[in-house]
């Protein structure tokens, strides 16, 4: 059964960083394509970006694009959003996600992926 476990979130003026992680268990990690989304309360999980099991492949929504990095390190089944130039428009709950297919795409819907750790608060303040 996989396992993922987020760390990293906290509180953070705006243009700061905040580096996430998401550590997995389980089945074979560098297998499978790796996301990041986030969540505000009462409202639908939004993609922030995606890496192939490889690694070499990535996938950023637009609103990121130059600001988030997204990356793995399958020898420590761990994979990491890096965040740089926050705006309080980013304060949400991130959560991290596998893929549920065995290799394939980078893929950016939600109902790709079938295993999803608790989340991570980050909040941007003015």
């Known amino acids: 059964q996989v396992q993922l476990v987020e760390s990293g979130g906290g509180l953070v003026q705006a243009g700061g960083s905040l580096r996430l992680s998401c550590a997995a268990s389980?089945?074979?990690?560098?297998?499978?394509?790796m996301g990041w989304f986030r969540q505000a309360p009462g409202k639908e999980r939004v993609f922030v970006a995606a890496?192939?099991?490889?690694?070499?492949?990535?996938r950023y929504a637009d609103s990121v694009k130059g600001r988030f990095t997204i990356s793995r390190d399958n020898a420590k089944n761990t994979v990491y959003l890096q965040m740089n130039s926050l705006k309080p428009e980013d304060t949400d709950i991130y959560y991290c996600a596998q893929d549920r297919a065995l290799g394939g795409m980078v893929r950016s819907g939600p109902q790709y992926f079938e295993v999803w750790g608790q989340g991570t608060l980050v909040t941007v303040s003015s």
């Open positions: 890496i192939s099991g490889s690694g070499i492949v990535t």
């Open positions: 389980g089945r074979a990690f560098s297998s499978y394509a």
